[in-house]
């Protein structure tokens, strides 16, 4: 049902001739915060286990779905493509707990695991119709320090798109991309400051 795509460095793989037949209109993937039509994941920097949640509309829509391949990639995708960028890196992918897949006998398998590239597909008994939740990413941001990189749902290795998938025939997906933007922990005594003047104002505005 799904296919399943080996990423080859280079962009080597033809892939137009293995995508199949697309049907129906529109699903969307929603994911981050989106601010004047650029979407950015907000990261801690030097924090490990950092959860971001995707979500997705227009499922119902299309009657349901049984499948998705979930391609992603943080920055130039590392060695794996050629790459220099080492983080943040991608500690897992979860298209199961808590998504709209998980009462319907899901599968997951992961064909790539790469610090900064991954693919990963779930296929499900029946049909799903429901919008709402549809993965996890862990992030670590481990190394990378503070500032932003890009982050890919679509043109994943060059080529490959995040899709959901009815039987063999693939839905029309809209999977933006982003930024990932990486920001500085407060230090406790930085955030008693700035809540210390926070408070001041308040009583300086009541007088």
Request: aromatic share 8%.
């Amino acid at each position: 049902m799904i296919r399943v795509l080996t990423f080859l460095p280079f962009f080597m793989l033809s892939v137009l001739a293995l995508t199949p037949t697309q049907v129906g209109a529109d699903v969307f993937i929603d994911y981050g915060v989106d601010e004047g039509g650029v979407i950015y994941i907000d990261l801690e920097a030097e924090t490990a286990n950092q959860a971001v949640h995707f979500f997705a509309t227009g499922i119902v829509a299309e009657s349901g779905a049984d499948g998705l391949e979930f391609n992603v990639q943080v920055g130039d995708g590392g060695s794996f493509l050629g790459g220099t960028d080492t983080a943040p890196t991608i500690t897992s992918i979860d298209l199961i707990t808590g998504t709209v897949w998980e009462s319907s006998s899901p599968t997951q398998s992961d064909p790539e695991v790469h610090p900064l590239i991954r693919q990963s597909t779930v296929d499900t008994a029946s049909l799903v119709s429901s919008d709402g939740q549809i993965g996890t990413i862990v992030f670590d941001t481990t190394g990378f320090g503070v500032g932003e990189i890009d982050f890919r749902l679509s043109g994943v290795a060059g080529s490959f798109n995040t899709t959901f998938f009815q039987g063999v025939n693939s839905l029309s997906t809209v999977a933006p991309n982003a930024i990932i933007r990486v920001t500085a922990v407060p230090e406790p005594a930085s955030g008693l400051l700035i809540f210390a003047g926070l408070v001041g104002v308040a009583l300086r505005r009541r007088r």
